[in-house]
Every structure is written in C-alpha cells, then in structure tokens.
C-alpha cells in the first residue's frame, strides 16, 4: 500500500482552483480555454495569500477543498487612506475619465501601481489604490494535483 504524502510547509505543490466573492462571481481560476494551469508555490513561503497557504497545509494529493478566507487573510480590509482626489488638472487630456476605468500609477521608487477611478467630476477624480479584492472575502474550490 502507497501511504499518500501529506502537504506541508516547504512544499513545492500544484493546485487546481476557482476563486469565488460572496456573491458567487469567479474573480480567478486555474481552468483558461478548457485547460487546466494549475498554480504553483511553495507552501508557507509567502507566495499566495496568507489563508490559501493555511488551508492546503495537511492536504493530500487529489484531495478537493472548498473553504472561505475572510478579508483579513486574503487582501485586508479596504484603507480609506488609500482613496484619494487627484485634480483633473493633473491628468493627462486623452483618455476622458470615467468610473471604473484603471489607471497606471508611478509609485517614486519607480514601481507601478494600478488605480481605479471611483468618481469623476469637473475639477476632480477619486482614485481608490486599494487591491481589487480588498474588504472582501473569498471563497475558494481547490484541488492538490502535485506534491514535490
């Protein structure tokens, strides 16, 4: 009998997964165009989501999981200081701002950060730096399909 390899940290896994809010919208997935990618990480090494990391720990290969991660453990709660009114002045003319649109943003060490535009008036945008899927919680469907 083959004794079935458990996952802990410092493995090298693969899972297969679908990424789901509240509402049941897919916000992520290993499946593109019927194929299968799985992810790939190293367990524990800070490379996923602090609560993906927990849940596959202890896990068997094939094994499937359903579980949720609230917000704390997967993007944070939404930071009202990361919501800011640039003035339209400052932008560039082309393209016209709208909500909802994404912005690429230069951080001063040279790093780029997207934006999205929450509201638009005359003089003014609001921009929210928050991560997408922050303040929210996320509900995961996952399959461990290699352990090495």
């Known amino acids: 009998?083959?004794?079935?390899?458990i996952v802990k940290k410092g493995d090298k896994i693969k899972v297969e997964y679908t990424g789901t809010l509240d509402d049941?919208?897919?916000?992520d997935s290993s499946q593109h165009d019927g194929h299968s990618h799985p992810i790939e990480f190293e367990v524990g090494s800070g490379q996923v989501i602090q609560g993906?990391?927990?849940a596959v720990t202890g896990m068997k290969l094939n094994e499937e999981k359903e579980f949720k991660i609230l917000a704390k453990d997967a993007y944070g709660d939404s930071n009202m200081q990361l919501i800011q009114e640039i003035s339209r002045d400052k932008l560039p003319k082309?393209?016209?701002p709208?909500?909802?649109m994404w912005l690429g943003m230069q951080?001063?060490?040279?790093?780029?950060i997207k934006a999205k535009i929450i509201k638009v008036t005359k003089?003014?945008?609001?921009i929210d730096l928050n991560h997408p899927l922050a303040g929210k919680d996320l509900t995961f469907k996952i399959k461990v399909v290699g352990i090495s």
Do not use: R
Not at 1 to 5: D, I, L, P, W, Y
Not at 24 to 27: A, C, H, I, K, P
Not at 123 to 126: D, F, G, P, S, V
């Open 24 to 27: 049941g919208t897919v916000f």
């Open 52 to 54: 993906f990391d927990k």
């Open 1 to 5: 009998m083959v004794e079935k390899k």
């Open 123 to 126: 003089t003014a945008i609001t």
């Open 98 to 100: 709208k909500k909802g």
């Open 94 to 96: 082309e393209p016209e």
């Open 107 to 112: 951080t001063p060490d040279g790093h780029t």
